[in-house]
């Protein structure tokens, strides 16, 4: 059973920047995956990012296309989500979750089978 850790996220002004981290207990090697989901009240889980730990296939969501960056972290099991230029409608619960996913379903929840248990981004205006 994988299991995945997060940490960072908080409160932070629009125009502002936040990080959050990712430890994950699984394989993070090859074509193995993680990714970044968010939830708004109300609305739907929203695909933000996803890389292999190889280093291939790095998505963005149109949304955070250019302000968001996913890398791998200091530690070797980790991955990070930098956000730059957050906006109010970046408030969310922000979560990680790792798989095998083909590069074309990388922006699917039904992709990843293991998940974190969320972190709280909340942008002020």
């Known amino acids: 059973q994988v299991q995945l850790v997060e940490s960072g996220g908080g409160l932070v002004q629009a125009g502002g920047s936040l990080s959050v981290s990712c430890a994950s207990s699984?394989?993070?090697?090859?074509?193995?995956?993680m990714a970044w989901f968010r939830q708004a009240p109300g609305k739907e889980r929203e695909f933000v990012a996803a890389?292999?730990?190889?280093?291939?296939?790095?998505n963005y969501g149109d949304s955070v296309k250019g302000r968001f960056t996913i890398r791998r972290g200091n530690a070797k099991n980790t991955m990070s989500l930098e956000m730059n230029s957050l906006k109010a409608d970046d408030t969310a619960v922000y979560y990680c979750?790792?798989?095998?996913?083909?590069?074309?379903?990388?922006?699917?929840?039904?992709?990843?089978?293991?998940w974190g248990q969320g972190t709280q981004v909340t942008v002020s205006s």
């Open positions: 890389m292999r730990w190889n280093g291939n296939a790095v």
């Open positions: 699984g394989p993070t090697f090859g074509d193995n995956a």
């Open positions: 979750a790792a798989g095998r996913p083909i590069v074309s379903n990388m922006r699917s929840v039904r992709a990843y089978a293991y």
